[in-house]
């Protein structure tokens, strides 16, 4: 059969491009928008319980352990927050309830924004009833730079959630 190996090559030539750009529109579409943050911080602020604890496991640059952090929250407010085991500052409180997780996602969306010569990977997956983030990841683009959240809202007092 003459001419069967262009054929071959053809489809071949084909299916490696698919190969290629099938991950890059992947990935593209799991990009988070302003969106998707402001839902989320609109379902929070509408149905976030005012009483949960929190249990999250923060990944920085790639770490296979991360902190463990564990947060109570009642009537809102931060009423105890260990890393790790340790009790942190009373003055850190607060930088880890979800609506300052919320905040902080906000924050670093916008500092993403005002360079856009540079574009970082953001994704996030929020819960569909209350907002609260589940999994957020930030990597900074030409570098190791890498923050990643996996989040457990659970009941007040429900005890504690393996996340590693």
């Known amino acids: 059969m003459k001419g069967g190996w262009r054929w071959f090559f053809g489809v071949l030539a084909v299916l490696s491009a698919f190969a290629i750009t099938a991950p890059i529109v992947y990935n593209l579409g799991l990009q988070l928008t302003a969106e998707q943050i402001a839902a989320a911080r609109a379902l929070w602020a509408q ?14 640059d790639g770490a296979t352990e991360g902190t463990a952090y564990s947060i109570k929250v009642r009537g809102g407010l931060v009423v105890a927050a260990s890393a790790d085991g340790q009790t942190l500052p009373t ?4 930088q880890h309830s979800v609506t300052a997780l919320l905040a902080h996602i906000q924050r670093q969306f916008d500092a993403d924004q005002q360079n856009p010569g540079r574009k970082n ?6 819960d569909k009833k209350t907002g609260y983030p589940i999994r957020y990841v930030h990597r900074v683009r030409g570098s190791k730079t890498r923050l990643e959240w996996n989040v457990k809202l659970l009941p007040p007092n429900a005890g504690t959630a393996e996340l590693r």
Request: net charge negative.
């Open 91 to 94: 003055a850190e409180w607060n």
């Open 121 to 126: 990977y953001a994704s996030a997956f929020f």
């Open 47 to 60: 149905n976030g319980p005012a009483d949960y604890d929190l249990e999250y496991l923060e990944r920085i």
